[in-house]
């Protein structure tokens, strides 16, 4: 039997600026979501579980960690919950108390945003090359790489935006 922790609700709507308790889990979230097919727990179920205060369940599921906040979960939610939010706020709490339930899932999304944070954007070869270095996996998309250098998928260098600073103090401030 999972623990339920009614605290749990709480900290998720202080942490997300949002309220999960709206939810009526009608499921439309999941109907928009692109990734909703390889996700262990769907966007709606997640909502549910913090809503029930089933921490272990919500913060071990591999849903919020595909998430890519693309925000169609939330243009099709009729209550306005911010679920890209509360999905952030998992991934974090998960990270804090470690429990991310895929090291490799973790290893993109860390590169992902050390990307943004050294260059005001994403840099897909240094993220790409930062992963596969964390998983030691290095081979099994090589062909796929080399494909993508020699179509320009993939630059060299990356690009910066004009507000670096501004970025960068953003993820001082969160933290």
């Not at 928009?32 to 097919?37: I, L, Y």
Request: glycine residues 6%; proline residues 5%.
């Amino acid at each position: 039997m999972a623990d339920i922790m009614p605290s749990f609700i709480t900290e998720v709507t202080r942490r997300s600026g949002t309220v999960p308790t709206r939810c009526y889990n009608c499921s439309a979230c999941t109907g928009g979501c692109q990734f909703a097919h390889i996700m262990d727990r769907k966007p709606h179920e997640i909502i549910r579980l913090v809503q029930l205060g089933l921490k272990e369940e919500a913060l071990t599921a591999s849903g919020p960690w595909i998430c890519v906040g693309c925000n169609t979960c939330s243009m099709e939610c009729p209550n306005g919950i911010d679920i890209p939010a509360v999905m952030d706020t998992l991934r974090e709490m998960a990270i804090a108390r470690d429990k991310v339930p895929d090291e490799e899932i973790y290893h993109f999304h860390r590169e992902m945003l050390g990307s943004v944070k050294r260059h005001g954007r994403t840099h897909k070869l240094e993220i790409m090359m930062r992963y596969k270095l964390a998983t030691r996996d290095f081979f099994s998309d090589m062909d796929l790489g080399v494909r993508m250098l020699t179509r320009r998928k993939l630059h060299i260098l990356p690009s910066r935006v004009k507000a670096l600073g501004d970025i960068r103090n953003l993820f001082k401030k969160a933290g």
